[in-house]
């Protein structure tokens, strides 16, 4: 079980979830850029915490890179 640590602003239980998708294009398998999109957000005390601070309970990001291997 997670405890609350005010010090860290983060309350007890679940505090934050992040979901995204990517679209990959592979111009061959060992290279691959691709684009995204990530939400997250904080739950409960830890929200509460965050609020208090001025910052943002939830956000939307654009995510892109390139993925290479050798």
Known sequence: MVKK???LGR??????LAAGIRL????RRELA????VEWSSLFGD???MASDAGELESETMAVAGLRFWF
């Open 33 to 36: 850029p691709y684009v995204g």
């Open 5 to 7: 640590d005010e010090e």
């Open 11 to 16: 309350g007890e239980g679940l505090s934050e």
């Open 24 to 27: 990959r294009y592979e111009f």
């Open 46 to 48: 830890t929200a509460d």
